[in-house]
């Protein structure tokens, strides 16, 4: 059996063998960088944001609750935007094609209701390059079976931390659907959809580091000048 | 399922569910399985805190447009491969010292096995259309707005999502210096120069004059306010397409960079 097929070891073939990054250490650099210049990322930058609104929380909800929620809608952003980038390239095929519309649809639903409970406490959507894996079917494929992985991944760490049942009530709800997503997405890409006997979970800091691995968190392009114009009048 | 198989189903599933409820054991073959009497008594499951809706589709995209900007200094081929003809030579930096900003028409896997983006060249002849590495090029965005100019009309109007949001009137440029036709972008917007000329805001396009090709950072048109309103609408710019202030000020509210923009 590939050794891949485990959910956490897929995670570090993604990582390590470069389809979707560059180096982890470069990542780690950048992310450290944009954090000075006080920049908005998924993890650590959605983590600081989260905190410090924590004092309002949403509609009643424990500070460190609305830290976690806003945790996860950085991640719905992520396979949200992903899937809506691979349905728009129209490059996907056949039954991808089908999924991808499918599971994007549900992701979006998911952004919409993290959206709508969070309120002005949200996060802000991070601009994503994905590099072109949106547009090819194998690259998809492998991206997408990542980017599930994780989701499930890091809503089982978080889960247990969680302080309101209504929240958690939530979490589990969405936790399935991403293992639905992880499992079609592992059919579709040829490897064995569930294999292990018990899933672990993956902690904050596992997961941003993997996130800020793929490089697909990036600053928005800054189109804004103040130079004095030269064009032709 | 076959009506008859349905309805053995369901007499079946309640005659289980009125055994739990009664407290009483189920017996499946040899085996006797017990229930709590008070299973029923369990509390309920809370609501969640999310209200999950049903999933989103997409809309048709009819009105979208994707662009990108050079992320890496590449080159730009007829074909999606490296081996065609050379189309340009792209920078990561526009003029107007922001990163350089091309529409995104198509994207195909090429002979290389990599993804490759057609893109609008901001070159000359005006209208020009190459092939460029994915690899070479930052994140996809969308926007929802078209600009369209109408010569002959001497307006300007900004379409959202194929509503009109923005009319006004335009100067565009002279017969000696024409503004030129074809489809653009809005690459970047400037702000807070000191240029009473150029008004609060000039919007840098892809478009190029192809008279004034000497002109500093090599004439490209810009939308943007004036000093002379008076002489608006009209044929009076070297190709620049002049709004009076406040119309550029309320186009700068309404247009996102990246808009297409359509010169007729």
């Known amino acids: 059996m590939d050794s891949f097929e485990h959910s956490a070891d897929f995670l570090t073939t993604v990582d390590r063998d470069g389809a979707l990054a560059e180096t982890r250490s470069h990542a780690e650099r950048t992310l450290s960088r944009r954090r000075l210049f006080g920049m908005t990322l998924a993890g650590a930058g959605a983590i600081t944001i989260a905190r410090t609104a924590g004092a309002h929380a949403a509609a009643g909800l424990p500070a460190s609750d609305v830290d976690i929620l806003n945790y996860a809608l950085v991640l719905e952003y992520l396979q949200a935007s992903f899937y809506t980038e691979a349905e728009r390239s129209g490059a996907l095929t056949g039954k991808t094609a089908e999924a991808a519309r499918i599971v994007g649809a549900t992701e979006r639903a998911h952004v919409k209701a993290f959206l709508k409970l969070l309120g002005s406490q949200a996060v802000k959507r991070p601009t994503f390059d994905f590099q072109g894996t949106t547009e090819q079917q194998r690259p998809f494929l492998k991206t997408a079976v990542a980017f599930e992985d994780l989701a499930v991944a890091a809503y089982k760490g978080q889960a247990p931390k969680l302080q309101a049942n209504p929240v958690l009530a939530a979490a589990v709800g969405i936790h399935s659907v991403e293992a639905r997503h992880a499992a079609w997405m592992r059919q579709l890409f040829g490897i064995t959809p569930a294999?292990?006997?018990?899933?672990?979970?993956?902690?904050?800091?596992?997961?941003?580091?993997?996130?800020?691995?793929?490089?697909?968190?990036?600053?928005?392009?800054?189109?804004?000048?103040?130079?004095?114009?030269?064009?032709?009048? | 399922m076959k009506r008859s198989t349905r309805l053995a189903a369901a007499l079946a599933a309640a005659t289980v569910a009125g055994l739990l409820s009664a407290g009483l054991g189920v017996s499946f073959g040899q085996e006797q399985i017990g229930v709590p009497a008070d299973l029923a008594a369990l509390p309920a499951a809370p609501p969640p805190a999310l209200q999950i809706g049903r999933p989103e589709q997409l809309s048709s995209g009819r009105h979208l447009s994707r662009w990108t900007v050079v992320r890496s200094p590449t080159i730009a081929h007829v074909e999606p491969s490296a081996s065609s003809a050379a189309v340009a030579q792209l920078s990561t930096r526009a003029p107007e010292e922001t990163p350089n900003l091309l529409t995104v028409l198509q994207a195909r896997t090429g002979s290389d096995g990599r993804v490759w983006v057609e893109v609008r060249l901001p070159v000359l002849?005006?209208?020009?259309?190459?092939?460029?590495r994915r690899a070479s090029l930052g994140p996809y965005q969308t926007v929802n707005t078209h600009l369209v100019v109408d010569r002959a009309r001497l307006r300007a109007t900004l379409y959202r999502e194929g509503q009109i949001v923005l009319s006004a009137p335009v100067g565009i440029g002279t017969e000696a210096w024409p503004t030129p036709a074809g489809e653009f972008s809005v690459r970047s917007v400037l702000t807070r120069y000191a240029s009473p000329f150029y008004g609060p805001v000039s919007f840098g396009t892809t478009a190029r004059s192809a008279v004034l090709t000497d002109w500093p950072a090599g004439g490209f048109i810009g939308i943007h306010g004036t000093n002379a309103p008076q002489v608006l609408p009209g044929r009076v710019s070297h190709g620049c397409i002049r709004l009076r202030n406040p119309d550029i000020l309320r186009l700068a509210q309404l247009m996102p960079v990246g808009t297409p923009v359509t010169i007729r």
């Open chain 1, 195 to 233: 294999v292990d006997a018990f899933d672990r979970p993956a902690s904050r800091r596992s997961i941003n580091r993997v996130v800020a691995s793929t490089q697909f968190i990036v600053s928005r392009p800054k189109l804004t000048g103040r130079k004095k114009p030269e064009f032709t009048g």
């Open chain 2, 125 to 132: 002849p005006n209208g020009r259309v190459g092939w460029v």
